[in-house]
């Protein structure tokens, strides 16, 4: 878990009340690995000594949440951004990036989400907490004084009254799902990351550029017409799935991660439907993202739906593989 890993995932424990064995790799120049002073490289899976019971993990560009069985939250990783809801001095750098709690209620947190460099927490009153970089109010605080960071937990009110089931943020936007599959969207949008055409958009609900162009919204809205079941969100894009089954994505395309094909435009401005021959028939009931690439899971109809023949194909090969075997003894007999 370091900055070589791809952002927005999270490693969800499926028996919450079960403590996780959490295991590190990789690079991590800004503690991201949680091993302490001078260890920023690990080839091999390392048992973290986490301090307390975690159940949930959530992995930003260089910084992790950890939630614990008791409602605590635990962050380690980079700084710069206030990801950790502090800032580090240069003279404690290497000595205060261990885990360490985040100024949070205590023992009331249910639920961590983390973006490229910005963090959100939920009580179990529904209140949301956010904190980290907000130069595009992807934190979903917004005042008219200079609001870039957010430096401790703060409440994101603009979310009072609904009750969020999931939080996925991305680099500069975010999007959180209600319990009725509302999508509500906030931050940077002029590469279609909120799923929102600009044009239909007032004005007065956007911060624009020099040349008048909309960047990002100030407040939040939801994409509108459509209920969905997951989302996913990546650097720059999403992928979601409606409450039918059927993924859609939206957002930039450069990479192929909205995985509509490379015919598709470089900005996919609204949810636009995954169709081709790997997800007709399948209802997917999974999707997540990363910087440049995008996860999605599902049940086929028909298991020939997925091009997959199952046993046969097996048997077939065993039963080729067998017929070799026996040709090579019999030309060893002779």
């Known amino acids: 878990m370091a900055s070589t890993i791809e952002p927005f995932s999270a490693i969800i424990n499926p028996l919450p009340t079960q403590k996780l064995n959490i295991y590190a790799f ?3 120049d800004n503690a991201e690995l949680g091993l302490g002073p001078g260890v920023n490289a690990k080839a091999v899976l390392v048992l973290l000594p986490m301090p307390r019971n975690i159940v949930r993990v ?4 260089d910084h992790i949440l950890g939630l614990t069985k008791e409602g605590d939250v635990y962050v380690w990783g980079n700084r710069q951004q206030y990801q950790l809801r502090r800032l580090v001095s240069a003279r404690h750098r290497l000595t205060r990036l ?4 985040v100024s949070l209620p205590r023992r009331q947190v249910k639920y961590v989400a983390t973006g490229s460099y910005h963090s959100f927490a939920i009580t179990p009153d529904g209140t949301v907490w956010a904190w980290g970089l907000n130069q595009y109010g992807q934190c979903g605080i917004y005042t008219e004084e200079d609001s870039t960071v957010i430096p401790v937990p703060t409440v994101v009110r603009s979310l009072t009254g609904y009750i969020i089931v999931q939080i996925s943020p991305g680099e500069h936007h975010s999007t959180a799902l209600t319990e009725s599959g509302e999508l509500l969207v906030w931050g940077r949008l002029d590469s279609g990351q909120l799923g929102i055409d600009p044009a239909a958009l007032s004005v007065d609900d ?8 909309s960047r990002y919204l100030r407040t939040l809205h939801a994409v509108p017409g459509i209920r969905f079941s997951t989302i996913g969100c990546g650097t720059d894009h999403n992928i979601a799935i409606w409450m039918d089954g059927q993924a859609s994505s939206w957002g930039i395309k450069g990479c192929y991660q909205t995985g509509l094909g490379p015919d598709a435009s470089d900005e996919i401005m609204t949810p636009t439907r995954i169709e081709n021959t790997a997800t007709r028939g399948v209802r997917m009931t999974f999707a997540t993202a990363g ?13 020939s739906n997925c091009g997959y023949s199952g046993a046969d194909t097996h048997a077939n090969d065993a039963d080729t593989n067998g ?7 019999d030309e060893g007999g002779d």
Do not use: K, Y
């Open 291 to 303: 910087g440049q690439f995008s996860i999605l899971a599902g049940v086929p109809s028909e298991p």
């Open 206 to 213: 956007c911060v624009c550029n020099a040349r008048g162009n």
């Open 323 to 329: 017929d070799e075997e026996a040709a090579e003894e």
């Open 98 to 101: 261990n885990p360490r709690q």
């Open 58 to 61: 959530s992995i930003g560009t």
């Open 26 to 28: 990789g690079t991590g």
